[in-house]
């Protein structure tokens, strides 16, 4: 009876020691958490305790219905230095005290002017086996997290040779990724799990396994010390970790690996976190982005673009075209006029200095291509060398402005190594200088830049409308297209997609005209190039063509209505008290949609102007409405098709 007595203590003083030894491996493997001020997004940091010792991770979670889900189960930290390595054998030596970022600041441009934002901060402080330090800094924003490497050491010049931060995304999560390419022009794929092993662009759009919440990955806050990152899978399916340039980008120019000189910092590891509605309407990327470096804007002014290369592949070439799409813009009443390639060499009638001549007596600006040149691109259009150098820039942009050229087109990067992140910025410092607007193509997607250089008003790094030119796949690629990239790639900042065609240019459109007006809508971009020849425009109904005269293209509000990427997308935006809603249809099949006007103010009356698919898709159909608050509409949208409600207070 003894002997069964001790065997049970036994048993319960060992079972105690196991108990005691999970609680004891919890306790230390949580070393940090920090929530949102919300109180709905969680993020933790833990040490990896079985053959990782001295790595760390963070985990995130996300509050639903009272209750907190996984969102990624592992962000893996740490770097590679050439002197040292800062991915294992980190002691943890303190952490911060908890405190809090609120910050309220005006843009000029983006989808939402004012903008209010709040985070809880914490810093972890490691140090490794030499004693060298490194902190993490991470914050918890009500729309989502955002985390950067601090090295506080006062000296010293290294290669970062590896980034270790990775992503472990679970099977059975949705995600919508583009294979990278060194312009960004690729397709959105929807996946489920990471059998597809290469590299991708961001930002990087996932839907968690249990569907109730997404999350956008993405960098921000990129300066000259860095270049940029991208991820990729190649060495585990379901581990996105954050990669270098390749070698062969930018024709081999550069190095790939970046160097630091301390103290440094990272830019942001940024990760949008919610609804989709809080995925798309997030200014997350420009929150944690520096502010504002120009102390003079007023120079800087937003504005719709007359655009002749998509219907005209030559069109600047010829002065007789150049003359036409600056009426256009005059008759719409378009600020700006763009003379893209071949300008240099523009005939039948005139030269530069008479089409100038011209633009400016109809009272239109005209904005001017560069090739970015040099060796790290392989395309020879002319003028090829005037970006290169400080020298260079000054000289043209003193000259641009004399001539009355307001803004630059650059194009043809192909690399985001550190060297060519320096070029991106030497030029956006030099034109602000001589209060030049700046936009590239062929080129990096946003990373915060348009909130610290206010001028630099839009990016390509999307496969926008030119592509009808290039491909045939366009065609029928381009509905679906359309409907993911508001959830991604213009979630981050402004997308030159060059929108709005209804005539054909190389390769036809299956779109509808009622799919193609609203893309002036869902679409932000800060210049907003109309790429149709002018009888696209001419010909379209009277309410259509002065809802394109009088289309902002900067917003004081955005909201997703409806939506899901590669399906359809219902977004509203608002201006001055204006609503515009664009609405389109992915699908081959009609649909009609109950719109809730609930989003208006409460108390005043609107008059609606519905612009939708009429009987087939090359037709529109227009009615007028009053409207309030607590209103509904219905819309058809034919197969490919979509709508645009302009929405006008009657007071």
């Known amino acids: 009876m003894l002997s069964n007595y001790l065997k049970t203590y036994k048993m319960v003083r060992t079972g105690m020691v196991i108990l005691f030894a999970l609680v004891s491996f919890f306790a230390t493997a949580q070393k940090f958490s920090i929530t949102s001020p919300n109180q709905k997004i969680k993020v933790r940091i833990f040490q990896h305790l079985n053959g990782g010792e001295g790595s760390w991770y963070l985990k995130v979670n996300y509050q639903v219905n009272d209750q907190f889900i996984e969102i990624i189960p592992q962000i893996d930290l740490g770097l590679k230095r050439s002197d040292q390595d800062f991915s294992k054998d980190l002691k943890l030596i303190k952490k911060s005290a908890i405190h809090t970022i609120k910050e309220d600041y005006n843009a000029i441009h983006g989808k939402r002017l004012h903008r209010t934002n709040s985070a809880n901060e914490g810093i972890v402080f490691f140090e490794n086996a030499e004693g060298a330090k490194m902190n993490v800094v991470i914050r918890a924003y009500d729309d989502g997290v955002a985390f950067q490497y601090d090295f506080p050491d006062k000296e010293g010049t290294f290669v970062v040779m590896e980034e270790l931060t990775s992503y472990t995304i679970p099977d059975s999560t949705t995600r919508w990724l583009e294979k ?89 590891r940024v990760i949008v976190i919610g609804s ?119 000289k043209e942009f003193s000259k641009l402005k004399e001539m009355g050229i307001v803004g630059v087109k650059v194009d043809f990067f192909e690399s985001e190594k550190q060297d060519m992140i320096n070029y991106y910025l030497d030029i ?26 206010p001028h630099l008003m839009t990016y390509e790094g999307v496969r926008g409308a030119e592509w009808y030119n290039n491909v045939p796949d366009f065609t029928y690629e381009a509905p679906e297209h359309n409907t993911i990239l508001p959830f991604t790639r213009n979630v981050v900042g402004s997308m030159d997609y060059t929108p709005i065609t209804f005539t054909n240019s190389q390769h036809p459109h299956i779109t509808s005209y009622g799919h193609e007006l609203a893309l002036g809508v869902l679409f932000e971009s800060a210049l907003q190039h109309m790429a149709d020849r002018p009888d696209g425009y001419d010909e379209l109904p009277d309410a259509a063509k002065t809802l394109l005269m009088d289309l902002p293209v900067v917003w004081d509000e ?67 409405m009053v409207v309030e608050h607590a209103d509904k ?19």
């Open 276 to 394: 989709l509605a809080d995925i798309v309407e997030s200014t997350l990327v420009d929150d944690v982005s520096p502010p504002s470096v120009v102390q003079k804007t007023d120079w800087i002014q937003p504005g719709k673009v007359s655009w002749n290369y998509w219907s005209h592949n030559h069109g600047t070439k010829d002065y007789k075209v150049v003359c036409d799409f600056a009426d256009l813009a005059a008759r719409m009443e378009w600020p700006y006029t763009l003379l893209d390639w071949e300008w240099d060499a523009m005939g039948n009638g005139g030269k530069l200095e008479d089409a100038l001549n011209y633009i400016h007596s109809l009272g239109v600006k005209p904005l001017i291509w560069y090739n970015s040149g040099g060796d790290h691109t392989w395309v020879e259009a002319t003028p090829k060398d005037r970006m290169l150098t400080h020298e260079n820039r000054a």
């Open 558 to 624: 955005t909201k997703l209505l409806d939506g899901y990427p590669g399906r359809d997308v219902i977004m509203a935006r608002e201006r001055g008290g204006v609503w515009y809603i664009g609405g389109i249809n992915a699908e081959n099949r009609e649909k009609r949609k109950n719109i809730d006007l609930d989003f208006l103010p409460n108390g005043i009356s609107y008059k609606l102007t519905l612009i939708a698919d009429g009987d087939h898709d090359k037709a529109l159909s227009t009615q007028y």
């Open 180 to 268: 990278f390419n060194p312009a960004n022009e690729g397709y959105y794929r929807k996946m489920k799990d990471g059998q597809l092993q290469q590299d991708w662009a961001y930002p990087a759009l996932f839907q968690t396994t249990d569907s109730t919440a997404y999350y956008l990955i993405h960098e921000a806050g990129l300066g000259r010390s860095y270049c940029g990152t991208k991820l990729s899978n190649q060495a585990r399916g379901n581990q996105y970790k954050l990669t270098f340039p390749d070698e062969w980008n930018g024709r081999g120019q550069g190095d790939r690996e970046p160097t630091v000189t301390l103290p440094w910092k990272s830019p942001w």
């Open 428 to 453: 956006i410092e030099d034109a602000a200088e001589h209060e030049i607007m700046v936009y590239f193509h062929g080129c990096l997607v946003p990373r915060g830049w348009g909130r610290t250089y």
């Open 633 to 651: 509409i219905q819309v058809k949208m034919l197969p490919r098709g979509g709508f645009t409600a302009l929405l006008k207070p009657l007071n």
